[in-house]
């Protein structure tokens, strides 16, 4: 009597509590697309990048092939596609030398991600990880080309010419340091900008 209905109760609790836990895992991973969309706007490469890892996981784990589950897996790698032309196109736009390197790093860790998922269905993985590299490197340069093709910042309306006059004929001397300090900025952005685009050719 009193011992089955104890069992019954506690049986039907571990039921419900394993049903609540379910449905909340599946919550969270129905959360993971949109999830990745946030990190990739706020640049948070690196939880980004976890995501798209995680989705690897998941592929392995759910070899049933659950539609939910590849569902949620395919919109993640859609999320990776898309990640990876962000991180491209803010290769065309001014960075330092620390943003352009966390940004290629983040690249190779996006290739890394889809040679762990390449790993079960290919066995020359050095060839395709060589051509991944090359692509990289192709699309890095590219993409800096296209920012040291951008006009360069137009010279400053008192620019001096060898007799210390201005363009418009004024003595500009007494503007002579700023425009000195203006023209070494651009010299050193342009340093810069070149330095940027030798992370993988020097």
Request: neutral net charge; hydrophobic residues 35%; charged residues 25%.
């Amino acid at each position: 009597g009193g011992e089955n209905s104890l069992a019954a109760l506690s049986e039907k609790h571990r039921v419900r509590r394993r049903t609540l836990l379910q449905h909340s895992s599946l919550l969270e991973l129905l959360e993971l697309p949109s999830l990745m969309d946030a990190c990739v706007r706020s640049n948070l490469y690196e939880e980004a990048l976890s995501i798209s890892a995680f989705a690897n996981t998941l592929e392995r784990r759910h070899t049933e092939k659950n539609p939910v589950v590849m569902k949620v897996i395919a919109q993640v790698r859609s999320r990776q596609s898309d990640l990876r032309r962000y991180l491209l196109h803010s290769l065309k736009n001014q960075v330092t030398m620390p943003e352009c390197l966390e940004i290629v790093t983040a690249l190779r860790r996006l290739n890394s991600i889809d040679l762990e998922r390449l790993q079960s269905e290919n066995s020359n993985l050095e060839r395709i990880h060589a051509a991944m590299e090359f692509s990289l490197q192709v699309d890095f340069l590219e993409a800096r080309d296209a920012w040291l093709d951008q006009p360069s910042n137009a010279a400053a309306p008192g620019y001096l010419n060898p007799s210390g006059e201005g363009s418009g004929g004024t003595n500009t001397r007494s503007s002579g340091g700023k425009l000195q300090l203006h023209s070494s900025e651009q010299l050193l952005d342009t340093i810069e900008r070149y330095r940027t685009r030798c992370v993988f050719v020097c």
